[in-house]
């Protein structure tokens, strides 16, 4: 079977009895172990001899239910279909070090496993082959860390595949693997997905089990667990959300049912015949802090231009209040939790921050607000910031529920770029976001980047990144993300599914030498 089918295509597959599920994993196994080499580096911890333990009883099971007479065996919708998952994510039966030599040390028990990896094999029925790589503490675009090394993107091995879910994107592009979950709190889905042509999800807040829904295994005391983990870590990961990749949006959409259970059959969604020009849709070209590239720019007027063709009239996005107003609260949230995953501040930079001057630890020019971030994370959530996060929640629910269902704009400026040289083994803040980006021959700080994501993930937003094409310069990918109201997951994915098909790129086209 092709390697770069479905999953949904490879589960009908199995039912019918054209191919059984020990072929795929044999399949997928084969090709990373052939191309998965130093220079890719995506698929980093691997369960080969458990993955085809768990091949044959799904083998089994499909038998069993061939010649059950009565009531019928009901069987999951990805069974027996391989799947691979971020390495930051806990998955029984694999370890979760984050790429952070002192959390592999620290040895995280491999029973513990994220309720989303447990519906997509328990409820789901997928084969979960592997692991995939991932940034130190998931925290930047470019996938490297002290444990596992460095990703690179399939189709130029020398650029970034995104980050932090790279190596799920580069997984996916490659053809090691259907599907994967990856997490996001600062565009961690998104960004790899565009970067490496693939399809990430990031949903709506609450659709799908949170960060701290984990399953701690019987004798651990996991009822004493739960309760300290979600008192310590609440108020710290509560923006972050763990979503489906693929490299179709059908897939992506039948893993978000299996993740979301009975919440997401409660979602909005298209009617049967539904059209691009059923819906409401306004593009968000630009802003000062993060403009977008050239390849960016085609990318957004080749979207308009196709939904155009079709009817539709698109708007040109005003947003409701001022984007700084958000991004500096998204800012401030995420202080605590760099600070929690370890983002070492030198002492000069520390002293600073609690003095009020956090500011001086930046250079002068960048465009971000990061210091509201230094500041936070070491003195706290200033006063009045909830207040006006649930007034701009409020604000801009409003206004997409009224206005738009779909919004479309960058998730990042730029393609796929050169990855920075020497090995990641800190996390500094100003280090990393001061890292110097090039768009259009343009040095830019790497950090004013965030500005993309952090709208969906401050306000609960569901956001989807996806495939425009290719960059005519260096035959990258190129993409955008679509985003909407609450709740309006599956509009969101129908939009894009049919903007791929009218744009060609709903059929994937592998990297050169992956094919």
Request: hydrophobic share 40%; proline share 7%; with cysteine.
């Amino acid at each position: 079977m092709d390697p770069y089918a479905s999953a949904l295509s490879m589960a009908r597959a199995i039912q019918e009895g054209s191919v059984t599920s020990r072929q795929l994993v044999e399949m997928y196994i084969a090709r990373i172990e052939r191309m998965d080499g130093a220079a890719l580096n995506a698929v980093i911890d691997r369960d080969f001899k458990g993955a085809l333990l768990c091949a044959d009883r799904a083998d089994k099971q499909w038998r069993d239910a061939q010649t059950t007479t009565g009531e019928k065996i009901k069987l999951g919708v990805f069974h027996g279909v391989p799947m691979t998952i971020k390495e930051g994510i806990l998955a029984k039966g694999f370890r979760m070090t984050d790429g952070d030599p002192l959390l592999k040390l620290f040895r995280i028990p491999k029973w513990f496993s994220h309720e989303h990896a447990r519906l997509m094999i328990e409820e789901g029925g997928a084969i979960v082959i592997g692991k995939t790589n991932l940034p130190l503490n998931q925290c930047d675009w470019e996938t490297n860390n002290p444990v596992y090394g460095r990703t690179g993107n399939p189709y130029d091995i020398t650029r970034s595949p995104g980050g932090s879910s790279g190596g799920a994107a580069a997984a996916l592009a490659a053809g090691l693997t259907p599907m994967e979950l990856g997490s996001d709190i600062g565009g961690s889905i998104r960004v790899p997905a565009v970067l490496c042509g693939v399809v990430g999800h990031c949903p709506t807040r609450g659709v799908l089990p949170s960060w701290l829904d984990i399953h701690y295994g019987r004798g651990c005391g996991g009822g004493c667990l739960d309760r300290l983990a979600r008192k310590l870590l609440d108020p710290i990961v509560w923006m972050a959300r763990i979503g489906p990749m693929a490299r179709t949006v059908e897939d992506v959409v039948a893993m978000l049912e299996v993740l979301g259970g009975d919440v997401a059959e409660s979602l909005c969604r298209p009617k049967k015949d539904s059209r691009l020009l059923d819906y409401r849709i306004a593009v968000w070209r630009s802003h000062d802090i993060s403009p977008p590239g050239q390849e960016v720019r085609r990318a957004l007027d080749k979207v308009v231009l196709a939904l155009q063709a079709v009817g539709v009239t698109v708007d040109e996005l005003k947003p409701p209040m001022d984007p700084m107003e958000t991004y500096t609260l998204y800012l401030r949230y995420l202080g605590p939790f760099c600070s929690f995953l370890g983002m070492h501040m030198p002492k000069e930079q520390k002293q600073n921050a609690k003095r009020g001057r956090a500011k001086d630890s930046f250079p002068s020019d960048i465009r971000s607000p990061f210091w509201e971030m230094d500041y936070a994370g070491v003195n706290g959530i200033p006063e009045g910031t909830q207040e006006a996060y649930e007034n701009a929640a409020n604000t801009w629910d409003d206004y997409l529920k009224t206005h738009y269902d779909v919004v479309l704009c960058p998730i990042f400026p730029c393609e796929a770029w050169p990855n920075a040289s020497g090995p990641r083994d800190s996390l500094s803040d100003a280090k990393v976001l001061s890292r110097k980006l090039v768009v259009d021959g343009e040095d830019r700080y790497y950090g004013d980047a965030l500005f993309w994501p952090h709208l969906s993930v401050l306000l609960g937003l569901p956001a989807a990144g996806f495939p425009v094409g290719f960059t005519q310069t260096c035959g990258l990918p190129v993409g955008l993300q679509a985003m909407g109201p609450k709740g309006n997951d599956f509009i969101i994915l129908d939009v894009v599914q049919k903007l791929m098909e009218a744009l060609g790129t709903n059929k994937f086209q592998p990297p050169p030498g992956f094919a």
